[in-house]
């Protein structure tokens, strides 16, 4: 049986989110203009310059503050706060000294301060609102199932896994952020907000078959139930994330740098939403139940 091997499931689960807990704790986030405000231009030569150079012509510049770096083969990618139309100007004449720009690749963002503050405190709301509508809705959902759990404990199970699905991604992307400058910005949180509506869906469709089984199943036994369960939905499951993370590849392969990162959001969430559906949330189930029985015997 799949569910008694949960222990060990809990124990690579368990492992996973540590691990991406502390990537978050010793690298943060690399958050994008779109939440921290400021201006971020993005530049691409046909023969390019090292760092340093960049660095030492924009020092001429006598900026307040800012950072380069490199941004694929050829490009560079600098953070400063908002700048004039000017001082924008000013910094492309600074770097096409260095070597011969590609004027179609050049890309400029600005955000003030103030903006970024309000797209920060939507994203929670938003986070926030989207959690409980889905708690909401997945007892509802089982609302006529009573025993041997109540409706609200699925809700509860599905929401643990949501977790372990956008916790492990983000700890992987606080990684990505510190050695290859991968940025938290709206379509990131957009392909996160996806996570959670993929990820429920999955654990819904095997709870869903849970009622199934306990309103025609000929055992009683709950586990074994359970079990029934996952592996009845365990091929639907799989072959869906399957197709979708094959057509997610060829975006990411495919795609260009704009997609790159919403791409890989998606796949891991979707791979590790699939996994926590089938091997974590049910179990989550279980192990409440005998907890719960224990504790009343």
Not at 16 to 32: D, M, P, R, W, Y
Not at 33 to 61: C, H, M
Not at 280 to 292: D, G, H, N, Q, S
Request: proline letters at 3%.
């Amino acid at each position: 049986m799949l569910i008694k091997q949960r222990k060990k499931l809990y124990i690579f689960s368990a492992t996973l989110v540590v691990g991406a807990i502390l990537c978050l704790a010793i690298f943060g986030l690399n958050l994008g203009i779109d939440f921290t405000g400021g201006a971020l231009l993005s530049v691409e030569y046909k023969t390019p310059p090292t760092v340093d150079q960049v660095r030492g012509a924009l020092n001429e510049l006598k900026l307040s503050s800012f950072t380069a770096q490199k941004s694929g083969q050829n490009g560079f990618l600098i953070r400063t706060q908002d700048i004039s139309e000017e001082n924008h100007q000013n910094i492309i004449q600074a770097l096409s000294v260095l070597g011969e720009l590609k004027p179609d690749q050049e890309k400029f963002e600005s955000i003030g301060p103030s903006i970024g503050q309000e797209l920060k405190d939507k994203t929670r709301v938003v986070v926030i609102l989207s959690l409980l509508c889905i708690l909401v809705y997945v007892a509802f959902a089982f609302r006529k199932i009573s025993k041997p759990v109540q409706s609200y404990v699925y809700g509860i199970a599905g929401l643990l896994a949501l977790c372990h699905d956008v916790l492990i991604p983000l700890g992987i992307f606080a990684v990505l952020g510190h050695y290859f400058s991968a940025e938290i910005n709206i379509p990131l949180i957009t392909a996160f907000l996806t996570v959670f509506g993929y990820s429920i869906n999955d654990s819904v469709v095997v709870f869903d078959r849970v009622r199934e089984n306990l309103l025609t199943s000929k055992t009683t036994d709950f586990e074994t139930i359970l079990d029934q369960s996952i592996k009845q939905s365990a091929t639907r499951s799989l072959n869906t994330a399957l197709t979708t993370i094959i057509a997610l590849f060829c975006i990411l392969i495919l795609g260009g740098e704009t997609l790159h990162w919403f791409a890989l959001a998606l796949i891991l969430g979707i791979g590790f939403g699939t996994y926590s559906s089938l091997f974590l949330a049910t179990p989550l189930v279980l192990t409440y139940e005998k907890f719960r029985k224990k504790k009343r015997d």
